[in-house]
């Protein structure tokens, strides 16, 4: 089992629609959670990041942890076009170590 | 503020040879990890330098190995390329990994190995 589970899609939504990313985690040593999104022929960057458990708005954005689920969610509300890519979930800890792990990513159409 | 560059952004290679790839990250950040991107395993940690030491290592061969300068730019070296080495190979800049605020990644080198 990997220790961070993500759908890789594709997901195809109509503009304007509101768009549910998620991700399960194994390790309940994770404190640091992120959201990157990646375009093609690009690096990752970085969209949201949430420290332990709780919601965190920015933009049409809005990101969640439930750390007792082991469960992260990326919502984007209004989604346009431009949104079109693919989000990879990542999440961290410096227990034993300092490690990052990667979702696999879920490929995200939105249709003008 | 310029971003994390990295360069070459293309190689095309043949099995045997060995390649180094190059990566300048944002001024300040002390910290740079490369992570290898395919489509079959996303992306995996190759290793991580902090001050011109590595600090922490994922688990690929020996084959695969870098450095840190003092000016905290980084070199990945692959030797003896394999086919299954063929990937985007991201590097990651952050001020100090030890708590990760998050990366800033670079557009990656896309290596070919024929």
């Known amino acids: 089992q990997k220790e961070v589970e993500q759908d890789p899609g594709p997901l195809s939504v109509p503009e304007g629609a509101i768009v549910s990313l998620n991700c399960t985690y194994s390790n309940s040593a994770f404190q640091y959670f992120m959201w990157y999104r990646q375009y093609s022929r690009k690096g990752p960057e970085l969209l949201m990041y949430?420290?332990?458990?709780g919601n965190k708005e920015d933009g049409r954005f809005t990101a969640q942890v439930d750390k007792s689920s082991k469960y992260i969610s990326l919502f984007i509300r209004d989604s346009q076009p431009s949104d079109s890519a693919t989000y990879l979930c990542a999440m961290s800890t410096n227990t034993g170590g300092f490690k990052t792990i990667f979702g696999a990513g879920t490929r995200l159409f939105v249709k003008a | 503020k310029a971003g994390v560059t990295q360069t070459p952004r293309y190689l095309i290679k043949t099995r045997g040879q060995q390649v180094t790839l190059s990566c300048s990250p944002i001024s300040g950040h002390r910290s740079v990890s490369w992570y290898q991107q395919t489509p079959g395993q996303g992306l995996q940690f190759l290793f991580e330098y902090f001050s011109e030491t590595q600090r922490n290592k994922g688990n690929f061969p020996g084959r695969f190995s870098g450095r840190q300068f003092s000016n905290s730019r980084s070199e990945m070296n692959v030797s003896t390329l394999e086919l299954g080495d063929s990937a985007l190979y991201l590097c990651?800049?952050?001020?100090?990994?030890?708590?990760?605020?998050?990366?800033?990644f670079g557009s990656g080198t896309r290596l070919t190995v024929v």
């Open positions: 990651a800049s952050s001020q100090d990994g030890a708590v990760n605020y998050g990366y800033t």
């Open positions: 949430t420290y332990s458990s």
